[in-house]
């Protein structure tokens, strides 16, 4: 087992990295073809989220969440795919061990109140969500310390970066935000007429067979 020396009075341990980046603009050709594509998955998929769901909204992660081989999304994949290459150098992932892919894909819809539940995406390693559409206030996509509840919460005078339990970032169409699957995250419910409309793509790292 290593044994990390630690240099200095401060230093990170076990930090979160989190890329933020626009592919295009709010209205670009790119985002009105994948908002016609995507009203037509709609149409032809059905809801996968459970009916017991604390809020309720459509996302196809439990019954369509292999989007990503649609031969229509192509363009929004391949640009996703540059980006979730420049955070995987960002964190060191260790592309030796194999090669990244997306292991899964799925839209999310929000009309006005309904929001997305906390949780984490399993069996992945981090997490990509692509604006298409949404709200001209943007997004309220939060996330949540990865210290438990359980933990005690030490008073402070100033909320940081350090001391912080949440964290709010408003994500605004064409803009794509990858963050660890381990962290926990959930979209606020918004009062704005305008649809919400998004892309997740969730990212692997696949054994490379022996040759």
């Known amino acids: 087992m290593s044994v990390t020396k630690l240099t200095g009075k401060f230093f990170g341990l076990f930090p979160s990295t989190m890329m933020r980046v626009r592919l295009s603009a709010q209205d670009s050709d790119l985002n009105q073809k994948l908002r016609t594509v995507l009203d037509d ?19 196809t992660r439990g019954s369509g969440n292999q989007l ?5 999304l192509t363009d929004i994949v391949l640009l ?3 980006e979730a290459e420049a955070y995987a150098e960002k964190i060191m992932l260790d592309m030796d061990a194999g090669n990244l892919v997306i292991n899964a894909c799925w ?11 906390m949780h ?36 402070s005078t ?8 949440v964290e709010s970032i408003l994500g605004f169409p064409g803009e794509l935000i990858i963050f660890p699957s ?9 009062d704005d007429e305008t649809g919400h409309v998004s892309l997740t793509f969730t990212f692997d790292v696949a054994p490379i067979a022996p040759g």
């Open 182 to 190: 381990n962290l926990i995250n959930d979209v606020h419910g918004h």
């Open 68 to 72: 990503h081989l649609r031969p229509e």
């Open 107 to 117: 839209l999310t819809v929000l009309e006005k109140g309904e929001a997305v539940e």
């Open 158 to 165: 100033t909320a940081n970066r350090v001391n912080k339990r």
């Open 80 to 82: 996703v795919c540059t």
């Open 41 to 59: 998955i709609r149409k032809s998929t059905p809801n996968g989220l459970p009916k017991h769901a604390a809020s309720q909204a459509y996302i």
């Open 120 to 155: 984490t995406n399993p069996s992945s390693v981090f997490t990509a969500t692509y604006f298409v559409n949404a709200s001209p206030k943007g997004v309220n996509f939060r996330f949540f310390s990865s210290v438990g509840e359980n933990w005690p919460h030490t008073p």
